[in-house]
């Protein structure tokens, strides 16, 4: 479960370029819930995953995950709860580590860190088998060098890398942005495959409406630090890409001038 | 070159190699380019040898020589990560701090360790030669310490510091504390270079303050040495390398001194390190094949 109450972010505080850059967010996600996040750029999406995932620490305001109150802790301390997968595919995962390497670091994500050599054949076979999983053929590279694989390579075995340890929520962070539709889509299904087999409590940001309304059970919508638009359940199952828009205008009583917005 | 200066060079290149090994645990692993080295050599060596004249076991002395280089790059840790100065200027600062501190250590500019009993002492008159004795003695402690580092390495404890160092924002995703890397990174990386300052005041019979000079050129060079000879090809033959690297070097400087036909002098060490060091640098992209 996540819950955030009266969050307060402003950056550049007492300077001329001063934003409040998240509102009195108040936001509950249920255990197992998928929930995507919409918005224009600078709605406050980000620093609203940022804020769950530590990177952001709110001027107000109160975090918990779990049962576990997280306002102050930053990433590292908080990592044990918190399973990410990055947008850019060179940020999730470490490019000069191999891909075992990789999933060895994240299969400790939260955890004490000792003298044990990090791939025993145990631990390597395991990690063998959730990658071919994946049917990309990756089983048979497990040595190479993570940045020898392409971004929707990469992004597939961060989803891998996020379940490896357990968590209490999963953020996405608009983790299908930077690859190829085909790419996109083959993330986008081994995502939903994940969550639903593993009844993640997840939040997932994107750009695409499309997305935002075809995956998971409820849908928010962020506007200039405050949260304009929640639906679930069958209001949700009618709604369309269009009446979205629609809502975005009507609410807001401007122009969408957004091109991003309107992409897939 | 004789013999006796061939052996001398292996000497010297596997004392430096610990601070080689130092040298890569901060620039590569870590990404941390620390200059502190220049000062936890001579500290490592001073140390030492004020203990050993004090009456201390020479072990002991190395040991404690250890922990004051790993105190000296705690120092350099602090100052960057508590006090957000730039990594160089961090060491820097710490570099020239250690000058004084040496000093302080051995209340004069140089002590001389003639006649005292040193780690080497029960192995000469055991029938072998001295020259040999000693490349012998410090070579069975550099694989000890590849081993050390790179089982290190390839542990889970390891793993968090070799993410640290290529991907930190990653690795604090996956719940590594990057900070406390960097603290415990400096402090093995100083160690082993104080460790390298220790063995080279017991088998060379003295510790000076100036010896730190050029000490991370010379580490450095043997990184890049290594790592152009045998490229990148996993943990252990980057170590290898390194100690390769710094051999390698050595017997380079030993022989670009002792050819006559070249008419140098001991005074040019610094010009042919650098000279050296530039062409280890240029060479690989010579390679590749151009301009690059």
Redesign the interface.
Known sequence: MISVKNIQVIFGKGTPLQKQALNGVDLTIEQGSFVTVIGSNGAGKSTLLGVLAGDVLPSAGQVTIGTTDVTRKGTAARAGLVARVFQDPLTGSCGALSIEENLALAAKRGEARGLTAALGPKRREHFRERIAELNLGLEKRMGDRMDLLSGGQRQAVSLVMATLAGSEVLLLDEHTAALDPGMAEFVMNLTQKIVSERKLTTMMVTHSMRQALDYGHRTIMLHGGEIVLDVAGDSRKELQVEDLIAMFRRIRGQTLDDDALLIG | MSVIAFWGAVELGLVYAFVALGVFLAFRVLDFPDLTVDGSFPLGAAVTAVLIIAGFNPWLAAGVAMVAGAAAGIVTAMLNVRFKILNLLASILTMIALFSVNLRVMGKPNVALINADTMLSPFYGLGLRDFYVRPLFIGVLVIIAIIVVW??L???????M??TG??A??????????NRQIYLGMAISNALVALGGALFAQTNGFADVTSGVGTIVVGLAAVIIGETLLGARGILIALIGCVLGSILYRIAIQLALSTDMLGLQASDLNFVTAALVTFALVLPRLRRGGAA
């Not at chain 2, 390839?154 to 968090?160: N, P, R, T, W």
């Not at chain 2, 924002?169 to 504390?177: C, F, I, N, S, T």
């Open positions: 089982r290190f390839e542990s889970d404890a390891g793993l968090a070799r993410a290529a991907n924002r990653m690795a604090r995703a996956q719940g590594v504390d990057t």
